[in-house]
């Protein structure tokens, strides 16, 4: 695939153009600088090279021009470099809004990646090509970093909180990705393949059930299971809010805030009900720390997804009014 | 190249040799500054994370016992100064008068220090296997010095604190972790400082300490007031702070 | 073929540091900063030893894909043991610990430092320091990484991590104590006439070194100090199960660590900035420029310390304010490289090893402070992150910077310590074995990195393969030029030319002493009327001082 003394992986993502073409000014103008100094250097050494044992150099101390121009021409190459790569790392970090969401969990030494439809693989992604690809990553142990460097992305995943990587693959074809932040023993094998494939190919791929649990259903059990079902009644009249239609739209709070409800919302709203009260409601959500596995938030989350579609009653939701701009 | 009293070897002037220590003192306490703002520093966040366990941590530790032994260390500061002041003005009989009263001073927080470390082993709130925040409220009986009111008002604010906060007792280990460390660490340099007035004394009962040399006394009464410094910051953060009562 | 300045052939003092006492016990109660220095010279040495045997195992091992040498836990534990051996028992106490206690003193105009008593203290400390850390490498080791983020260190690690962190906790104040006697000494000890503009660059690069010590080195043994507390004692602080936050680790230990490399690299700037004026009989280009960015890197380097978190998911607002401070940081580097490289113009070259070691170190920090930018530049940072590229870059700053102007310094400064001369062209060659080595260990490390291979990994991809053979062969070479050093300056000690007060001529006040020198320094307090680096004012060098204008209008 590639040459024993290759330069840089494949570029097989939409921001894998960019960071390359920003390594490479930063490449080209640090060249310049390093090649300048040497023949600098090497010139001053030959010409300037001792001719008798006792002689001595000229008397200068310095010179205030140069000082200025090389202390402001570097500050401005500098603060160059720095603004195209804030600009690149904000879109990096600023995930669109049509993605398609892969919930990802890392744990030593693995990786088990779960599909929008609950399809579940370990240590693989199949993901199609020229879409928006979003990974939410939860650690069940140490701090771990999902890595593929054909698309030039890495993201730390941490323990006790969700970190998001979104991309965009361009290229169809086999791709490797490395856990890259120092876990423990497997460290270095605890990688895998994504495999990026053509839209109709992956569709087929994805609806090949063959023994998979879907975590919408999944989800679907364990909010009857665990009596969710009893307050949030879909039509509003329960007492807990309505959760159809709320997966993603602002939620009007208590003491006036809005807060979007993403998958760390839900989360919390699960383990620490008491954390953010919706407007109108009383705080009698019980929590359910140790009742519910990182997985079964996940499904609980995805049913809770599967609800957008659904009609939202016109009383009873928790979501914010359109004109509502949150005060504070 | 060292007698006491006289100049060292390296010096040249006494003068140079009383700048050097002091500088030397002065630079030594920055580094302390760093040290426990590091610890003050992951409190300070911790208490923001987790206010419900840590206010409650608040209201769980004796403000009597810590402002008494505030009102200690402040009295010790002055008797240090005190200390300082003969020293300076050659009231060689004063001095060692001073220096006992600091150290008797200090003797009293540490005994303070004892009797809130004792009462915290007792009532299960040192962090590890056995912490338990609610241990006093489910077995009254076996903390017979909290008195049967406060004990029902410590319930009640148990009560909301756990449904506020449902992992209350490992957040409220985390407090007590902090108190432990920040008072320990405090404590520590309490009893270096009690070492050095010890040296001190032993010193001026010998008349060493002259209007013309008495560095020595001057860099431990600084030492000394910066221990109290860090007591200053220490009571309001663990023991005032969002306290119930 | 030494144009050293031609001298009457020197004398050897009769009476001096070295022997003015005799036994094991007049050096290890020592407070003479001399021995001292001579004290630490054989300790870093010793953990030079040891961390470089960490590191030929680690290339040994990675000469394959698979690797054969090693299981994947003695691999982990190699790497990581490698990197606290170096980091905090070589690097930081090197040039400080055994230039500056040597030199600073003498460069001053004074009889010893400050506090000499406590000198010696922090040379035990360091010592009690190694012993807990060498006693966790043997009984159990550690594998956590020298960074010991949590919670792998408190929480999952299987190795022996609580005497390794006590042992570095402890070495902190070794460091404390060197950085606090030097901030004095400056302040309170320099010779009448010795202002702050006549001291020599060698020293202001350890004053701003030392305010980096005194001020960071508390903060990463609080931080060491409750990750003990949070595995012995099962403590959350850090620990995502209990409420605790592994980035707050990350952050309290970054405050320090990233400092902390400011500490291991000013003093080698300051003995460039010694080396390079010496050696082309020429003042430095710049002095007060140079002495402010040394100033400028120990301030803004407080600042900088969450480049090394730009990808764990914190505010994209502080990664931008982080990224730019840290772009600041390299500009007063840059500075210092340009000034430098002003100082060789209108000078009268000479090629002795000192000045082999200040040209490659040049070249080296060029190469490793440039890197930084891909680095620090977010967009970037995205990808080599991690990766073997940062390996690269640190090992061009440490290695390629720190270890050659240490080297450096030590042939410089050996006739003053010794009394003798080192073999010249043994040791020309021993330099450039060493920059051969050094490169071709190194610089396909960068390839690997942005090729995508992660650090830390006991096996590899094949694809990364041959790279890595370039890296191990260029280690061969590297180990090389360590060794020759160590054996010849031994040798030189005993059998060396004997080198006379001034053998280069040089311009410092440590050269108005004998080689070696006596216990007081000086016999009487000099007086400095002299401005640093004046090869033209000062007659007693015995250079030829009129002639040398011939070259002032090039």
Not at chain 3, 254 to 262: E, L, M, Q
Not at chain 3, 313 to 334: D, H, N, R, W
Request: charged share 10%; glycine share 8%; hydrophobic share 50%.
């Amino acid at each position: 695939m590639q040459s024993p003394l290759p330069f840089f992986p494949e570029q097989a993502s939409s921001i894998a153009g960019s960071v390359d073409a920003l390594f490479s000014f930063i490449l080209l103008t640090c060249l310049f600088f390093a090649v300048l100094v040497t023949l600098l250097a090497i010139f001053a050494a030959f010409r300037y090279r001792r001719q008798s044992p006792n002689e001595v150099g000229a008397d200068i101390e310095g010179n205030l021009a140069l000082e200025v121009g090389w202390t402001v021409i570097p500050l401005i190459i500098a603060l160059g470099m720095f603004a195209w790569g804030a600009v690149i790392y904000t879109h990096f970090r600023t995930a669109p809004k049509d993605t398609i969401d892969i919930y990802v969990v890392g744990k030593q030494w693995m990786w088990r990646l779960e599909q929008p439809n609950g399809k579940r693989e370990i240590n693989e992604l199949h993901i199609p090509v020229g879409r928006n690809i979003k990974l939410i990553m939860g650690s069940e142990d140490v701090i771990h970093n999902f890595y593929v460097p054909a698309f030039r992305v890495k993201m730390d995943v941490v323990p006790g909180r969700y970190n998001t990587l979104w991309f965009q693959p361009t290229k169809i074809g086999k791709y490797h990705f490395f856990c890259s932040q120092y876990c423990g023993t497997n460290h270095a094998v605890m990688g895998g393949w994504v495999t990026v494939m053509d839209p109709a190919e992956y569709s087929a791929w994805l609806s090949d059930e063959s023994g998979e649990v879907n975590p919408v259903s999944a989800g679907e059990k364990l909010f009857t299971q665990l009596a969710c079902n009893t307050c949030h009644l879909p039509n509003g009249t329960g007492r807990a809010p309505s959760l159809n239609g709320v997966y993603g739209a602002k939620v009007l709070l208590a003491d006036g805030t809005t807060v979007t409800a993403d998958d760390s919302y839900i989360r919390e709203s699960i383990l620490q009900p008491k954390a953010k009260i919706v407007a109108g409601y009383q705080p009698v959500m019980p929590t359910f720390q140790g009742l519910v596995s990182e997985e079964q938030i996940l499904n609980l989350t995805a049913y809770i997804k599967s609800l957008q579609s659904q009609p939202v009653p016109a009383k009873g939701a928790g979501i914010a009014p359109a004109n509502a701009a949150g005060k504070k | 190249m060292h007698r006491t009293g006289a100049l060292y070897g390296q010096f040249e002037t006494l003068e140079q040799q009383k700048d050097t220590a002091t500088l030397g003192m002065w630079i030594f306490l920055v580094t302390e500054v760093m040290f426990f703002g590091g610890i003050m520093l992951a409190y300070t966040i911790n208490r923001h994370t987790y206010f419900t366990a840590f206010a409650m941590g608040s209201s769980m530790i004796s403000l009597p016992l810590g402002t008494t032994n505030t009102i200690v260390l402040l009295a010790s500061s002055f008797t240090m100064a005190m200390g300082v002041w003969s020293a300076q003005t050659g009231k060689k009989k004063l001095l060692p008068i001073f220096l006992t009263l600091t150290i008797i001073l200090g003797f009293a927080f540490f005994y303070v220090k004892y009797v809130e470390y004792s009462q915290k082993f007792h009532h299960h709130l040192v962090p590890g296997k056995t912490f338990d925040v609610n241990y006093c409220v489910n077995n009254p009986s076996k903390c017979e010095d909290i008195s049967p009111a406060d004990l029902d008002k410590e319930r009640e604010e148990l009560q909301r604190a756990n449904a506020a906060d449902p992992n209350l007792n490992s957040h409220a280990q985390l407090y007590f972790s902090a108190y432990f460390g920040m008072t320990g660490l405090h404590a520590l340099h309490m009893i270096i400082g009690a070492g050095l007035l010890f040296w001190l004394l032993h010193g001026s009962l010998k008349g060493l300490y002259t209007p013309q040399w008495n560095t020595p006394v001057d860099i431990v009464g600084l030492y000394w007031h910066f221990v109290d410094i860090v007591w200053i910051y220490l009571f309001p953060l663990l023991y005032l702070i969002d306290r119930h009562r | 073929m030494s144009t050293a300045a031609t001298t009457p052939s020197a004398v050897f003092p009769e009476k001096h540091y070295l022997n003015a006492t005799y036994g094991i016990r007049s050096w290890l109660l020592t407070t003479d900063h001399k021995r001292i220095a001579l004290l630490y010279l054989v300790s870093v040495t010793a953990f030079f030893f040891v961390g470089g045997f960490f590191a030929m195992m680690i290339r040994l091992h990675l000469l394959t894909p698979n690797g054969y040498v090693l299981t994947p836990d003695m691999y982990n534990r190699m790497f990581t043991m490698h990197g606290v051996a170096m980091i905090f028992f070589f690097l930081i106490p090197s040039i400080p610990a055994v230039l500056g206690n040597f030199l600073i003193p003498l460069m001053v105009g004074a009889k010893d430092l400050a506090f000499p008593r406590i000198n010696l203290l922090s040379w035990y400390i360091y010592i009690i320091g190694g012993a807990f850390t060498l006693y966790s490498m043997v009984t159990g080791g550690l594998d956590t990484g020298w960074t010991f983020y949590t919670p792998l260190s408190t929480v999952y690690s299987n190795s022996a991590v609580a005497p390794a962190v006590v042992g570095v906790f402890i070495t902190g104040f070794s460091s404390i104590l060197t950085g606090l006697n030097f901030l004095v000494t400056v302040h309170t000890m320099r010779a009448p006439g010795m202002t702050w503009f006549r001291l020599p660059l060698f020293v202001w690069a350890h004053y701003a070194t030392s305010v980096v010590m005194i001020l960071g080195t508390p903060v990463i043994a609080i931080t060491l100090g409750l990750a003990a507390m949070e595995r012995v004692f099962g403590l959350g602080f850090f620990n995502p199960a209990m409420g605790g936050d592994p980035i707050l680790f990350q952050h309290l230990f970054w405050f320090y660590s990233h400092p902390a490399v400011y500490i291991m690299i000013l003093p080698a700037m300051g003995v460039i900035s010694e080396l390079i004026p010496t050696f082309a009989r020429k003042k430095l280009f710049g002095y007060h420029f140079v002495a402010a960015a040394s100033l400028a890197i120990a301030v803004i380097g407080f600042l900088v310390w969450t480049h090394h978190m730009f990808l764990t998911g914190q505010s994209t607002y502080a990664a931008i304010a982080f990224s730019l401070l840290t772009f600041l940081v390299a500009i007063p580097s840059a500075v210092k490289v340009f000034n430098w490289t002003a100082t060789l113009f209108g000078g009268s070259i000479s090629f002795d090893t000192p000045m082999l070691y200040a040209f490659g170190f040049l070249g080296l920090f060029l190469i490793g402070g440039l890197t930084g930018l891909f680095l620090g530049c977010l967009g970037t940072d995205i990808h080599i992150h991690d990766t073997y590229f940062v390996v690269a870059h640190f090992h061009y700053i440490m290695v390629g910077g720190a270890v050659m102007g240490y080297l450096g310094g030590l042939h410089f400064w050996w006739p003053k310590i010794t009394g003798r001369m080192y073999p010249e062209w043994l040791a020309r060659i021993a330099a450039l074995i060493l920059f051969v080595g050094f490169n071709l260990t190194f610089f396909p490390q960068f390839l690997l990195g942005y090729n995508g291979m992660p650090r830390r990994y006991h096996v590899y991809p094949p694809e990364y393969q041959v790279y890595n053979v370039m890296s191990t062969a260029g280690a061969s070479i590297l180990a090389v030029g360590y060794l020759l050093p160590m054996i010849y300056l031994v040798w030189a000690t005993f059998y060396g030319k004997v080198a006379g007060d001034n053998p280069w001529p040089a311009t410092g006040l440590e050269w108005k002493t004998p080689s070696p020198p006596p216990t007081e320094n000086f016999p009487v307090t000099p007086v400095v009327t002299w401005e640093p680096y004046d090869f033209h004012n000062r007659k007693d060098l015995g250079l030829e001082v009129g002639l040398a204008e011939a070259h002032a209008d090039d």
